[in-house]
């Protein structure tokens, strides 16, 4: 997975998604940052998006990896040929087991369910994103 500021840079800057988080809530106040990593296999059509969640305070401390894919079950099941185990768990939004996780991944999980994916531009920004990273 590289990240799409590694060939973008400049729009990666305009485009990243960020939540202002304040006092008082379940997350450490703070503003974090969904940060897009995709895949560079040139034969992999995976229509996903691995976000790594950082604070703007904290460096390049990863709060949450979060793996997000827009296709249906269908399509994932039809590309993993077959196993529909791995299909349900490649579509939607879940933690990445083999990146970085904090204590407060779970909540970051949530705040990305209820919050960020329920803006449709984001989502359409999301593949047009994959779809320039593939074509570069």
């Not at 897009?36 to 040139?42: G, R, S």
Request: aromatic share 14%; net charge positive.
């Amino acid at each position: 997975m590289i990240p799409f500021y590694n060939k973008f840079r400049n729009l990666a800057i305009a485009e990243t998604r960020t939540v202002l988080i304040p006092a008082g809530a379940p997350l450490p106040a703070g503003k974090y940052c969904f940060m897009e990593f995709y895949c560079d296999d040139p034969g992999c059509d995976c229509r996903r998006v691995v976000l790594q969640v950082l604070r703007e305070d904290s460096g390049d401390k990863v709060w949450a990896s979060i793996n997000y894919g827009w296709a249906q079950p269908s399509y994932y099941r039809k590309w993993m040929s077959g196993n529909a185990k791995l299909a349900r768990g490649m579509a939607g939004a879940t933690l990445d087991p083999f990146n970085p996780q904090t204590e407060y991944s779970a909540e970051l999980l949530d705040l990305f369910q209820q919050v960020v994916l329920k803006d449709p531009a984001y989502i359409r920004r999301l593949r047009r994103h994959y779809e320039m990273f593939k074509e570069a």
